[in-house]
């Protein structure tokens, strides 16, 4: 039986892992995908405090995973966590092909694209139609692209696509923006970013490849069209939180409510990260949050 089960292998879980081992936990993370989460997506961090000139997001997750890898009470679980159940000395987290038995769970499982859904959306998914700017961006070298969104991920993604394509055009339903104005700031000053706000995407068409996007004007109710290549969503996210839905209660938004310690209504089962009802979800606090889960699950565990 491991002392404590991580789900998700992103910055708060990882940092969770750190502090639960340095403890002398035997811990598992239970990660689907290749550990680092949103770390991954993004190209390079310029807010997380100790980088001067930023970090790419490839490297902190990797130098994370180096760190955790190294403790001889670790092991990675490459496979889904389905269901969380209490049993009388812990709980068992449902994977694919077994249960994995444990005294404590910390749930770090972060979230995943929200989806437009117009037409042509799925269409041309992977044929111009993209979530991730930092995987597909390279694709788009010298072409014209669109960005959808107001948030931190929509300018970060139209900054850093717009070092390879020709022209970038920022759709927004809004005239003011979600995201931090240090970003708004960069963007405004990039003279192949082009601001479409208060327009919303209709439809993407296309001739096997993307090839134009509709936009309506939300004010005027007018129709338009640009002619792009690429079209990058980055309307935000959906939590990884429906597998915990029949154990634990969760905002109507999906996040799971935790109180300042990582502490969710039940006794050693834990959540930290994005997936948790907050105000800032940056790298940032997700590893703090991650330090306060790990070494809470420690002292819950050293009371047993
Ligand atoms: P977000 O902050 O929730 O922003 C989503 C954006 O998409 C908003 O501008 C929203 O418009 C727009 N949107 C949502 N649904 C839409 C729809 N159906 N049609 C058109 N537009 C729609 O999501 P995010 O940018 O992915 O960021 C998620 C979290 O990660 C945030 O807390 C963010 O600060 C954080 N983050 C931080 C960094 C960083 O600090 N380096 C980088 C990336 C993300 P409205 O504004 O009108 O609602």
Do not use: W
Request: proline share 2%; aromatic share 8%; net charge neutral.
């Amino acid at each position: 039986m491991l002392d404590l089960t991580i789900i998700g292998a992103g910055p708060a879980g990882m940092t969770a892992a750190l502090y639960a081992l340095r403890s002398g936990l035997n811990v598992g993370i239970i990660e689907q995908g290749a550990p680092g989460g949103q770390l991954l997506k993004t190209e390079k961090i310029d807010n997380y405090p100790g980088f001067a000139d930023g970090v790419l997001g490839m490297d902190l997750a990797t130098n994370m995973f180096i760190q955790i890898s190294a403790f001889e009470n670790f092991q990675l679980i490459n496979d889904t966590a389905k269901k969380i159940t209490r049993t009388s000395n812990g709980f068992t987290v449902d994977i694919s092909t077994e249960k994995v038995e444990t005294k404590a769970v910390i749930i770090a499982t972060g979230g995943y694209p929200r989806t437009l859904d117009i037409p042509g959306e799925k269409e041309y998914s992977g044929k111009g139609v993209s979530y991730c700017a930092i995987c597909d961006g390279f694709f788009f070298k010298g072409k014209i692209v669109a960005v959808i969104g107001g948030g931190n991920t929509a300018l970060e993604d139209a900054i850093y696509l717009s070092s390879m394509a020709k022209e970038v055009y920022l759709i927004h339903r809004r005239n003011t923006f979600r995201g931090s104005k240090i970003l708004v700031d960069k963007l405004k000053s990039l003279s192949n970013v082009h601001l479409v706000l208060e327009k919303i995407p209709v439809e993407i068409k296309g001739d096997n490849k993307v090839s134009e996007i509709v936009v309506k004007d939300v004010k005027k109710n007018v129709i338009s069209n640009l002619y792009v290549n690429g079209v990058f969503l980055a309307i935000g996210q959906i939590m990884n939180s429906d597998f915990v839905k029949e154990t634990l209660a969760t905002d109507d938004t999906g996040h799971i409510v935790v109180d300042e310690k990582m502490k969710s209504v039940i006794p050693g089962l834990f959540a930290c990260g994005d997936v948790i009802t907050k105000d800032l979800r940056q790298v940032s606090t997700a590893v703090g949050d991650g330090a306060i889960a790990g070494q809470m699950a420690y002292e819950y565990l050293s009371k047993l």
